[in-house]
C-alpha cells in the first residue's frame, strides 16, 4: 500500500502565497506522474498541474504565471507553490500520484488540503 499525505493548506488573503506539499510512502519502487487536482463546492474536480518524473510540467490556463509544481524524487514528495492567490483558488487541494509498486503499477489520491482565499 501507498500513502499520500498533504499538508500546507490554510487560509489566506488575496494575493497570498501558499506552498502545498504531499509526501508518498509505502511499497513504491519508482512513481511516475504527479498531480495536484482541485474541489470547490458544487463543482467537479480540476487538474491544476502535474508533472513527470524528469520534471516536465502541465498546468490548467487559470494557474499559469501563478502556480509552480515542483517534486523532490529522493523524497517521494510532491510540491505546489501558489501566488498571488484569488478567491477562485478557493477549494479542497488533492495530490496524486502514478505509483509502480512490487506488483502492480496504479494511481493513489491524497486526503485533500483545504485552501481558502479571502477577498
Known amino acids: 500500500q501507498v500513502q499520500l499525505v498533504e499538508s500546507g493548506g490554510g487560509l489566506v488573503q488575496a494575493g497570498g502565497s501558499l506552498r502545498l506539499s504531499c509526501a508518498a510512502s509505502g511499497s513504491i519502487v519508482r512513481i511516475n506522474v504527479m498531480g495536484w487536482s482541485r474541489q470547490a463546492p458544487g463543482k467537479q474536480r480540476e487538474l491544476v498541474a502535474s508533472i513527470t518524473r524528469a520534471g516536465s510540467t502541465n498546468y490548467t490556463d487559470s494557474v499559469k504565471g501563478r502556480f509552480t509544481i515542483s517534486r523532490d524524487n529522493a523524497k517521494n514528495t510532491v510540491y505546489l507553490q501558489m501566488n498571488s492567490l484569488k478567491p477562485e483558488d478557493t477549494a479542497v487541494y488533492y495530490c496524486?500520484?502514478?505509483?509502480?509498486?512490487?506488483?502492480?503499477?496504479?494511481?493513489?489520491w491524497g486526503q485533500g488540503t483545504q485552501v481558502t482565499v479571502s477577498s
Open positions: 496524486n500520484a502514478n505509483v509502480r509498486g512490487w506488483i502492480a503499477t496504479r494511481d493513489y
